[in-house]
């Protein structure tokens, strides 16, 4: 298990060009097993989790190259409709692949699907949906073999606004005869991204970023170029990071949108924003206090996947302010590591509570999860002293060139095998 040694208290500025989003490129590479012929995907990360997928989609006979941030997938020659468990293990988003693999062969045999461990994460919204199009679900002995000898147009109401059960549903009812409606649908906007993927390769989906998807199913559809949407949260982290640390920065391909609320949280606390297009700029005065009540919600409500960063930001300087997590139940492991580091944070229910600014003091820390780690190299960055973060493996599912970008920000993070 990796480790980053960092030394903090170096003011970070500079220029971050956002990477294409993590929870965008999964669910379209799930999708690409429904296409014929070859698709390009341009700005796909370079992360751990796509590694992943891109074996699990080698294993089902699909015809994988990569170059850099562009990665070819022809799943004209998908032989395999079984996903090999130790594939399955490694990250949530293979879930997506039994709707795509319903769509493809008819049938589809997954696990329990892995993942941080940041909640219970089941996935009875997906399998459920699923049946109304009808398919039989049969779960044994932690595998779940799902069968539809053919897919049925059907109206979907989720209990929930699931992102995953959507992208899933939307994936099988592109082989379902008729139309699917899929209501209280999630809104984000790595949806949409799927959405045009899929109707660039000849799909006619529509209504992704609203709470009702409709989509025709029946239609063949033949790979195509796509370049993935900027990753909104790795933009997120990276604005949180150099502002914990007094700098500025440059985010460069984000539509803006994407981030409004953290943006709307910043300039209310006194930081400057400013923005263009595909551009958002921020720097600090370095007098800023916060005192924010905070509470995450489905999108555009404020993202549960930067609530770690911001808490780790507000240690020195959000006296007062509270975050309340309302997505999953135990995204909060990342707290007893910012306190070994001096945080004067405490949990109440459902909410972190910063209970003083203190400035941070480097320790030795570890990682539990992708978004708790990021934490942890923000608090490692903006404290006095070395800190040294172990199980990099959870930070590299969702942030590529880490050390690289943060150094071209001034920051002193180095990677070593142990
Ligand atoms: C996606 O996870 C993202 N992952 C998560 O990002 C993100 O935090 C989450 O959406 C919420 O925005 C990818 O897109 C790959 P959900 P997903 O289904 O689809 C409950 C990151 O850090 N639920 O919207 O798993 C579930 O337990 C990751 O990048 C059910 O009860 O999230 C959770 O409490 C973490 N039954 C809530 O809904 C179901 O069938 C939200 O889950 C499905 C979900």
Redesign the pocket.
């Known amino acids: 298990m990796g480790s980053y040694h960092i030394k903090g208290g170096r003011k970070l500025s500079g220029e971050v060009t956002v990477s294409g989003a993590?929870?965008s490129v999964?669910?379209i590479l799930a999708a690409s097993v429904i296409t014929k012929g070859e698709n390009i995907f341009r700005r796909c990360p370079e992360i751990s989790d796509v590694d992943s997928m891109t074996r699990i989609l080698d294993a089902l006979g699909c015809h994988i190259t990569r170059e850099g941030s562009v990665l070819s997938v022809d799943a004209s020659f998908l032989s395999e409709c079984r996903i090999p468990d130790e594939l399955m293990k490694e990250m949530?988003?293979s879930v997506f692949l039994a709707g795509s693999l319903l769509a493809r062969c008819g049938e589809a045999v997954i696990t329990s699907p892995g993942?941080?461990d940041?909640?219970?994460?089941?996935?009875?919204?997906?399998?459920r949906g699923l049946m109304k199009m009808g398919a039989e679900v049969f779960c044994r002995e932690g595998y779940i073999e799902l069968r539809a000898r053919s897919l049925r147009g059907a109206d979907i109401r989720l209990d929930?606004?699931?992102?995953?059960?959507t992208?899933n549903l939307m994936l099988a009812a592109l082989a379902a005869k008729g139309i699917t409606r899929i209501r209280n649908s999630?809104r984000?906007p790595?949806i949409e991204d799927l959405q045009k993927y899929i109707n660039r390769c000849g799909g006619k989906v529509r209504g992704a970023g609203t709470d009702t998807i409709e989509i025709e199913g029946g239609r063949s559809l033949t790979g195509c170029e796509h370049s993935i949407t900027g990753d909104r949260?790795e933009a997120g982290t990276y604005l949180l990071m150099t502002l914990a640390t007094g700098g500025d920065v440059l985010l460069k391909g984000l539509e803006r949108s994407t981030l409004d609320p953290l943006v709307s949280l910043l300039e209310e606390g006194g930081y400057h924003v400013g923005y263009s297009r595909d551009e958002i700029w921020a720097a600090a005065k370095g007098d800023e206090r916060m005192r924010c009540s905070v509470a995450t919600a489905?999108?555009p409500g404020f993202?549960?996947?930067l609530q770690p960063q911001l808490a780790a930001f507000l240690t020195s300087v959000g006296k007062g302010s509270s975050i309340e997590e309302n997505?999953?139940?135990n995204r909060f492991g990342y707290t007893k590591e910012l306190k070994k580091m001096g945080a004067d944070i405490e949990i109440s229910e459902k909410k972190v509570i910063i209970k003083n600014n203190n400035i941070l003091c480097g320790a030795d820390v570890r990682a539990g999860d992708?978004?708790g780690g990021a934490a942890l190299v923000i608090a490692g960055l903006m404290a006095e002293g070395d800190t040294v973060i172990r199980n990099t493996k959870y930070i590299k599912r969702?942030y590529g060139k880490l050390e690289d970008k943060i150094r071209l920000l001034g920051g002193d993070i180095r990677e070593y095998e142990k």
């Open positions: 993590k929870n999964l669910p949530r988003s993942g941080c940041i909640g219970r994460r089941p996935i009875d919204l997906h399998l929930y606004p699931s992102v995953g059960a992208e999630a984000e790595e949260i489905p999108y993202s549960t996947d997505i999953f139940e992708l978004r969702g």
